[in-house]
């Protein structure tokens, strides 16, 4: 599917989990957002490709099961968010470039966006890709869903989340962005920014 700037987005469902795995590619580069499992299937993608980038969106399981593989056969970097690095290193041998907020990652001439979101875990990451002439996109991991955001363990988890959701990506980008989760369907922040406030109150 076309994107815009060039850019081809494909969604593939691996794993038990059923986990997101999005390539980009642009010519004749991709970049690979969540190298969650099956690494044959993410190899056959990118056969042909040169593979600049393996992004992990966040350091559970599910998101990482093929990581060291895609990794170890091609030599594309890997990405991670900051606070979640060292934990993604422990469990792949991976060692990941650490980014956070203001950073970017490239594919091809294009920049995409690194935005940190805590509190699904320290150190989630979107990554934000805005085309000329077309809706932005962000692909969130587990961060934001259709319905509300991702997981927590705590209250204090939750009021981050929520509070950098709202922030950094309801605040700043308009309702016809697209939502590219880590798993499900997509949405958009017009679809779900009329239910922030049902999402605070009930507190998940």
Known sequence: MLIGDDVRLAKTSVGPMDNNAYLLTHGEQALLIDAAAEPDVLLSQVAGLTLVGVVTTHRHHDHIGALAEL???????????????????????????????????????????????????????????APSGRPVRLFTGDSLFPGGVGKTWRPDDFDSLLGDVEAKLFRHFGDDTIVHPGHGADTTLGTERPHLGEWRARGW
């Not at 594309?76 to 290193?89: E, H, L, Q, T, V």
């Not at 920049?111 to 940190?116: A, D, E, K, P």
């Open 71 to 129: 990794v170890a056969a091609t030599g594309a970097p890997a990405y991670a968010g900051r606070p979640d690095a060292a934990a993604i290193a422990e469990a792949t041998g991976v060692l990941c470039r650490e980014v956070w907020d203001g950073d970017t990652i490239a594919l091809g001439p294009l920049r995409l966006r690194v935005i940190g979101l805590v509190g699904h875990t320290p150190g989630s990451i979107t990554l934000a890709h």
